[in-house]
């Protein structure tokens, strides 16, 4: 009897980890700082949505020839191993982007409800702090 409830607690131990540890869930944009200055955060704020292999999220594109960017969205299949988030792109607002692989560090907090994202765009680094909300 000992053993069996020190197999179901370490069980139960383990899936309580890797939970902790997953991106899996619905994440909102916190914060945004490029090359060092804090940038407004605009509504309806940033969504991610990570499952087990499939990434879905809003951003603003300032690049469709609008005086304010527009709300657009992506998605696509991601990998996440020792800090390296790689997102590759299946579909996007910006066609261009589809098939392209993008890479950046992230860190997710110890309690598993935040991560910060950080983004070398070479001459300037892009930082954002992501909060799951599911």
């Not at 509504?43 to 990434?55: A, G, L, M, N, S």
């Not at 991560?115 to 070479?122: I, S």
């Amino acid at each position: 009897m000992q053993w069996s409830l020190i197999f179901f607690l370490s069980i139960v131990s383990h899936f309580a980890l890797a939970e902790t540890g997953s991106i899996v869930g619905v994440w909102q944009i916190q914060s945004t700082v490029y090359d060092g200055i804090e940038q407004s955060i605009r509504t309806p704020k940033q969504i991610k949505v990570f499952t087990e292999e499939r990434f879905f999220y809003t951003y603003y594109d300032p690049n469709l020839g609008t005086v304010e960017p527009l709300l657009s969205a992506g998605h696509g299949t991601y990998t996440l191993s020792n800090g390296t988030l790689s997102e590759t792109i299946v579909n996007h607002s910006n066609a261009t982007l589809i098939g392209e692989t993008f890479s950046v560090t992230i860190e997710l907090s110890d309690d598993g409800n935040a991560f910060q994202q950080v983004v070398d765009l070479g001459k300037y680094v892009l930082e954002e702090r992501w909060v799951r909300v599911e």
